[in-house]
């Protein structure tokens, strides 16, 4: 049987489509440039010198003052308490060309809708066909987005450690220690309060491996290599915070001034708090004494009553993830929206204060906020998908079910054995025919072989401690980075 058989062919389908299509047909342009976002567009010259009461002298002026050897003129500068009010005008197409990352931007979310499409159908087919002797390569694809959508992190955080001004580099680096921190107290937690998972799955994979090792002829040693595995994951886990810094600090911003923006609309102020909370709701799921142990037991007076059994609990943490992450992906155009508005809130704020102010610097301040819209809804975006994609990986590479019912077997590949290959037209020289067959039957003798060890070594226990504990660290870092920018613009902004 084929390691992959149909889900393959439509994989590739999918790789197809998406090749074709994009310059067609792309949702994350039409998420930008849809017409529900409304940019703020730069004033001109000669509209400031109009509000400033001056005239704006013109270029043959200015031409006769370099033939005079007077050279050139001063910059524009009026009043910073002018009456300006900027034109808003719809997001277009060619408005998205010149935008920073746009292609980053595009691709990415592109790939998120496709991972999507192909988890549904590998879900949906192994719901109706028995295929558990076939790769699940939505989990593959889910695997890809999250590698995927780091890489994107550090590509803009690289921008920052670029840019002259050190600010940004700092929060970054002061971010990651804090995170390597956090990730070696909640290494050092038992399993009874924080339910992972990694202590069975490193169990299981040390075993699993000192087994393989032992019939190749290799030396293991478990003790230190558990430790080195520890020290290595508290490292990664201070990378991936470095990585959630800007992106939690831009998620409080833009709640505090969407949650302004909607001050007449109760019911979108509760999603957007409901949104922000999120994360919270994902690390208390993960808290076996307030989760599992909560619902598994719930006290009722003198008795305790269960509400979930062990194996339905799993399936509704994922459900919870699944929906909570939903609602955030809902709510994008209103934190858009409240990041766009940052230009005239800009405007406003400079009215209030004296002196004067280069034209050119007003043009600048509120072109830049429009030029990195991309890079802001990345920020939003590539956290919860990350959260949503770990989680569906949680779920197909870790054996847990959607149903709420009781425990099914799960639906874990098992080793493929080798098969023939298959029937080749004759050729003419019977030499050849021979190579060619005793090459593919090694190939696909080695690939089978591979393939089984590795399902020996990687168990669903181990991806199920992996895949709960990346879904929890990304929660908690944009937790902590959100909940410091929300002290940081409530306080530290307003003193």
């Not at 290799?218 to 508290?234: D, I, N, Q, R, Y």
């Amino acid at each position: 049987m084929a390691l992959m058989g149909v889900q393959l062919v439509v994989s590739l389908l999918a790789v197809s489509i998406m090749q074709k299509m994009a310059p067609h047909c792309s949702f994350a342009r039409w998420l930008l440039c849809n017409g529900s976002l409304f940019r703020f567009k730069h004033p001109s010259e000669g509209e400031l010198c109009a509000l400033a009461g001056k005239q704006m002298s013109s270029k043959t002026s200015r031409r006769d003052r370099r033939q005079n050897g007077q050279g050139e003129p001063k910059p524009l500068t009026v009043p910073k308490d002018i009456d300006l009010h900027l034109e808003s005008t719809p997001v277009n197409v060619l408005d998205a060309l010149v935008l920073r990352f746009f292609v980053e931007y595009q691709w990415l979310i592109d790939f998120a809708v496709y991972a999507t499409g192909i988890y549904l159908f590998t879900e949906s087919y192994y719901f109706v066909v028995d295929a558990s002797k076939e790769v699940n390569i939505g989990a593959i694809w889910c695997v890809l987005m999250v590698f995927f959508g780091l890489r994107t992190l550090h590509v803009l955080m690289s921008h920052y450690f670029r840019s002259d001004e050190g600010g940004e580099r700092s929060v970054c680096l002061a971010f990651g220690f804090l995170s390597l921190l956090v990730a070696m107290l909640v290494l050092v937690v038992r399993e009874d309060y924080l339910e992972f998972g990694l202590e069975p799955g490193f169990t299981s994979v040390f075993d699993n491996f000192e087994a393989f090792a032992k019939q190749q002829g290799l030396e293991w040693s478990v003790p230190f290599t558990k430790l080195g595995v520890k020290l290595g994951l508290a490292i990664l886990c201070a990378f991936l915070g470095a990585l959630l810094a800007f992106p939690g600090l831009r998620l409080a911003q833009t709640h505090l001034d969407a949650v302004q923006m909607n001050a007449e609309r109760p019911i979108i102020q509760i999603l957007l708090h409901a949104s922000f909370l999120s994360p919270l709701i994902i690390l208390v799921l993960w808290v076996k004494p307030l989760a599992r142990d909560f619902l598994g037991n719930a006290p009722m007076g003198k008795t305790s009553v269960t509400l979930l059994s062990s194996s339905a609990f799993d399936s509704v943490r994922l459900w919870t993830i699944v929906v909570l992450c939903v609602l955030r992906l809902l709510l994008t155009r209103h934190h858009l929206q409240a990041y766009l508005n940052l230009a005239p809130k800009w405007v406003e704020q400079m009215k209030k204060e004296a002196g004067r102010i280069a034209a050119i610097d007003i043009q600048r301040k509120v072109t830049r906020v429009y030029c990195y819209l991309t890079v802001v809804t990345l920020q939003y975006l590539i956290p919860i998908l990350l959260v949503l994609f770990s989680t569906l990986a949680l779920k197909s590479l870790g054996d847990y079910s959607w149903r709420l019912g009781p425990e099914t077997p799960g639906v874990t590949p098992a080793p493929v054995p080798p098969t023939a290959p298959p029937a080749l037209p004759r050729l003419e020289d019977e030499d050849d025919l021979e190579d060619m067959e005793e090459d593919i039957q090694a190939t696909v003798a080695h690939l089978s072989e591979a393939f089984a060890a590795l399902r020996t070594v990687l168990t669903p226990v181990f991806f199920r401690g992996v895949f709960a504990f990346l879904t929890w660290w990304v929660a908690a870092c944009q937790l902590i980075s959100s909940l410091f920018g929300i002290y940081f613009h409530q306080y530290l902004m307003q003193s």
